[in-house]
């Protein structure tokens, strides 16, 4: 049996600037580990791919890293193979996503092959963050004024299917993402409530939100992770986007951010 995977998602930098984890929902159905790429080119910094692997669901809660696996990326007629600079973690240092250009990340690792393809859509701006105190009469307390509502704020293109993750850091730790359609919404003015019930800011925190405006595949994925549920009788993984995997994805996506420091 399989484990639920603590999906650790390298976002723009090596080791520390971005700390972030996903946890993602797996078949129990599936007996032998897997590997699990986790793979972004972004418009600000350099690409990062994190590969692990799943382990037994009796084994301690570690996700072992993969290391020596042979990682290359590729845009329009230039080809990069990524430095592994720390166990199960290769860096591209010279390329930076371009908006509008497709990418190919191939990967050989543990005797397999895998491969995916993502484009860098048009970049939506993000207009503001609002993060309000609650009052009163809370979801889960009653008085606690350790709890905030965020908002997002941004104008969605007309006639144009865009889709977009929006990823919420605490002090550099990312804590919660969200994935979110034009679906009912083509050409409005958007602002989003990003609900986080378990959200709870200090004085002196440092909030970050990023937006970032990804393909549908890359939606699909992060959408369906949102929505599972551990507690159904057949938990299924997310769909995937990379080819001959079952865990993980690819993707390449526009990347804009806002600090608030709590007061």
Known sequence: MQKYILFLISGVL???????????DIDFNDFEPQIVIEGNVSTTGAPVVRISSTIDFYEPNEFPPVSGAVVTLTDQGNREVMDEVAEGIYLGPNLVGQIGSTYTLEVEANNE???????????????????????????????NDSIYEVTVYFQDPADVDNYYRFI?????????????????????????????????????????????????????????????????????????NIENATLGYFSAHTSESVTIEIP
């Open 113 to 143: 092959s895998f491969r995916s393809v993502c484009q860098i859509p048009d970049q939506v701006k993000l207009d503001s963050v609002t993060v309000e105190k609650t009052e009163g009469l809370t979801f889960f307390d009653e008085d």
């Open 14 to 24: 090596l080791f520390t600037m971005y700390s972030c984890t996903e946890t993602i």
């Open 168 to 240: 919420e850091y605490r002090n550099g730790v990312q804590v919660a993402s969200y994935s979110i359609s034009d679906f009912s919404s083509d050409g409005l003015y958007l602002n989003r409530d990003l609900y986080n019930y378990d959200r709870e800011l200090e004085s002196g925190d440092v909030l970050t939100i990023e937006m970032r405006c990804i393909d549908e595949d890359v939606y699909t994925y992060f959408s369906d992770m949102q929505e599972s549920n551990p507690m159904t009788a057949t938990p299924t993984n997310p769909k995937s």
